[in-house]
């Protein structure tokens, strides 16, 4: 069955620090997310992805983060420097039409990142 | 805000039984979805209803759909301890690309 595949699965980086985030999207899926979980809270929403652009972001997704698909495959989640309240699991999902309107989205297993 | 906001926080039950969570939301949605996430992992997408529907079935799940009272509910039948996770509604909106997601309802099957 194909997933979407996330890399790495935990990272530890130092308050400051730039990480990348990177997530392996189902092949034929057009439209790409990234979501974060702070430890025992809610899912929340970051970012949206398709056709090469940002659709949409939500208040956290501010100037420290980016999102890019370097190519066919790959879609990454850039945190310029990292804070402490950064620490989370990550999530990345990807969906086949945009808005999870027709079958829901495919999330990753996560990566936890803790800033130290 | 269209949070989905589940009920109860937590659900202990015995391996068997049925276990009922429901949620709530704020504003209109075009589909409601629920997902299932086991202690320190991914989320896996359980079951998806439209707006224009009132049931959905898949195995052991049964959700149900009230758009009048914005209201959902997810119905396990039977329970396992492997069902032992946390359940999110999660909303999305017409021509929206996010999904909202509410606090959760962590199940506990006890076998």
């Known amino acids: 069955e194909p997933e979407v595949t996330q890399t790495p699965s935990h990272q530890v980086t130092q308050m400051g620090q730039e990480v990348i985030l990177r997530c392996v999207p189902i092949s034929n899926h057009l439209y790409f997310y990234w979501y974060r979980q702070i430890l025992g809270q809610k899912v929340e929403f970051l970012v949206s992805f398709y056709n090469n652009e940002i659709s949409e972001k939500s208040e956290i997704f501010d100037d420290q983060f980016s999102v890019e698909r370097p190519d066919g495959s790959n879609f990454t989640l850039k945190i310029r420097s990292t804070k402490l309240e950064d620490s989370a699991m990550y999530f990345c999902?990807?969906?086949?039409?945009?808005?999870?309107?027709?079958?829901?989205?495919?999330f990753g297993q996560g990566t936890r990142l803790t800033v130290v | 805000s269209q949070q989905g906001e589940e009920d109860p926080q937590a659900l202990s039950i015995q391996e068997g039984e049925n276990a009922t969570m429901n949620c709530s939301y704020k504003t209109s949605i075009n589909n409601l979805q629920w997902y299932r996430q086991n202690s320190g992992r991914g989320l896996v997408h359980l079951i998806l209803?439209?707006?224009?529907?009132r049931e959905k079935h898949s195995g052991r799940l049964r959700v149900t759909l009230d758009t009048s009272k914005k209201s959902s509910s997810l119905l396990i039948t039977a329970s396992r301890a492997a069902d032992t996770a946390s359940y999110f509604c999660a909303t999305g909106n017409t021509g929206g690309f996010k999904t909202i997601f509410g606090a959760g309802t962590r199940l506990f099957v006890k076998a």
């Open positions: 209803i439209r707006s224009n529907e």
């Open positions: 999902a990807s969906s086949e039409v945009g808005g999870v309107v027709q079958g829901g989205a495919f």
